[in-house]
RNA sequence: GGCCCUAUCGUCUAACGGUUAGGACAUCGGCUUUUCAAGCCGGUAAUCCGGGUUCGAUUCCCGGUAGGGUCACCA
């Protein structure tokens, strides 16, 4: 028996990958990574119903943003290919023949109607249903064209360990003659699952806890088929805001890729997502790829479900972003900025404004950015208003001003740095009785904004000559 | 309804049965030589309830309450 580990991450085709999927995949593939272990991509197309085109593509993209990347899967191949299970058939057709042969599987004569109203029955009575109290006597052979359901032979008590809750049991009432091909020759997830995962030697099944119920269902499968069943770690759900209910596309539940558009990291979104229910312990909270590896381990996944919380999201983004290298923060922000602004000195002042790179957007959209390339404009009576500060007439600050301006002249242009301006300005600023009527005009008229950087910071971007300029055109 | 599971600040969480119940986000206050942002410092804030076991329960057991999952020819 091998030792190595091997994990697989095993998404329907059924639309976008949402947040919980994606941390799913994430402990699966830190779990393959810390262990040099591999990491398996299987597809689980076996309803074609729900399947939407193009999902594979999008999970894949998916994955790869997230630089979660695997080393057996559709598109790379691999010694179980094929990993999409509809190019799998035969092989489901090959185990269903053994159960067959084992007499643990045998075709369900029954329509869909007739089901429905064994169905209704047990509702009526407010009694779980359990197809095996209606198993026929003399089955039909199976020919194909029905359900072929697998047959539970003990009626008894399943106990099995989860390395996330420990041990965990269910009585025979969670045991049941359960599908296992469908009447369209397609293999129904509890079957094809467990036959995958078999014969790509999967020794650590990570997913959500609503497969808890149904885990009873697949250990019988793995009785009947003599194969050792996988260790399982049982991920909690992500809550939506309501705190109660898994988040939904209704509560906002949105494409991973959306958060790639909106400029988050992606070293800050796997940061975010393996901390949402999943704590190492100690108080250090950012941590890079590598050192999420070596931290990780499935046995302190948290066992009760966790609000998403945009909030600590942006706060973790951020603390990424000051991670990156002068040079790639600088890349990242200019290419969003139009040709008017692509100013290196702007980078600073617009990173500690910004939690995420698509901030950067909605700062030029809502024009805070354009004093920079073009002179403010602002009517009489808002630079009036503006102008008198703490009571101060204006006339008096006109007068300062130009002291203002008398000083910044003395400065050589090439020496009109953030710093000089700030010594210049201050030594003026304190001979006043406060420093707000001198600063507070000068910094209005550079910027025209009621909010907006420091005076200093503007002055030295927009060069002595516009400075002046602009301080003269205000008086 | 049956079965299974969960429960620490508003949120994410830490705490061999012994801690002033810790950290982070958010929030509030202060400082940082005008506003904004950033940064720094500080404050408010939690063991669901009731029984047990124990010298001592956030921690172990039982019950209650609240919440979640599941009972498909979906995964």
């Known amino acids: ?67 979660l990347d695997w080393d057996e899967g559709p598109d790379v191949g691999g010694p179980h290919a094929s990993y999409i299970q509809s190019e799998r058939l035969e092989i489901y057709k090959k185990y269903a023949n053994i159960l067959i042969e084992k007499g643990f599987a045998y075709a369900d004569p029954y329509s869909p109607e007739e089901i429905e109203n064994f169905r209704k029955k047990s509702e009526a009575e407010k009694k779980p249903f359990l197809f095996r109290e209606h198993r026929p006597t003399n089955p039909p052979e199976w020919n194909g064209s029905m359900p072929l359901r697998f047959k539970v032979s003990e009626l008894k008590r399943t106990v099995w360990d989860d390395i996330v809750w420990g041990e965990l049991s269910a009585g025979p009432e969670a045991l049941d003659d359960f599908i296992l091909i469908k009447s369209d020759g397609y293999p129904t997830y509890n079957f094809a699952h467990v036959v995958d995962d078999i014969e790509m030697g999967v020794t650590h099944v990570v997913r959500g806890q609503e497969f808890i119920a149904s885990t009873p269902k697949f250990l019988s499968l793995y009785e009947a088929l003599g194969a050792t069943p996988p260790l399982f770690a049982t991920t909690p759900p992500i809550l939506g805001p309501d705190g109660k209910k898994k988040l939904s596309k209704r509560d906002g539940a949105k494409d991973i890729l959306d958060y790639k558009k909106e400029g988050y990291l992606s070293d800050a979104m796997i940061n975010y997502l393996a901390f949402l229910g999943f704590n190492p312990g100690g108080e250090k909270e950012i941590y890079t ?171 030295s971007i927009l060069g002595k000559n516009e400075t002046i300029s602009r301080l003269q055109k205000a008086i």
């Open 289 to 459: 790829r590598k050192e999420l590896i070596e931290i990780f381990d499935l046995s302190k996944i948290q066992r009760s479900g966790a609000k998403w919380s945009d909030d600590k999201l942006n706060w973790m983004n951020k603390e990424h972003m000051k991670l990156l290298p002068e040079s790639e923060i600088e890349k990242n922000i200019l290419e969003r900025l139009p040709e008017e602004l692509q100013n290196p000195k702007l980078v600073p002042l617009i990173l500690e404004r910004i939690s995420k790179w698509g901030d950067i957007d909605e700062m030029v959209q809502r024009g805070e950015l354009d004093f920079f390339y073009k002179e403010p404009e602002y009517s009489k009576e808002k630079l009036q208003e503006k102008l008198r500060y703490k009571n101060t007439l204006s006339e008096k600050i006109s007068e300062n001003l130009n002291l203002a301006i008398g000083a910044l002249m003395e400065i050589d242009e090439n020496n009109f740095t953030q710093e000089n301006i700030k010594n210049t300005l201050m030594s003026i600023a304190d001979s006043l009785e406060t420093r707000g009527e001198l600063l507070h005009p000068v910094r209005f008229a550079l910027s025209g904004l009621d909010k907006s950087p420091d005076p200093f910071t503007i002055a």
């Open 1 to 67: 028996m091998s030792e190595k580990v091997i994990t697989r991450f095993a998404p329907s085709p059924t639309g976008f990958m949402h947040v919980g999927g994606v941390r799913t995949a994430l402990y699966a593939w830190l779990w393959a990574r810390k262990n040099k272990g591999q990491f398996i991509l299987r597809i689980e197309d076996t309803d074609k119903e729900r399947e939407v085109e193009g999902s594979i593509q999008h999970i894949e993209d998916s994955l790869k943003w997230l630089g």
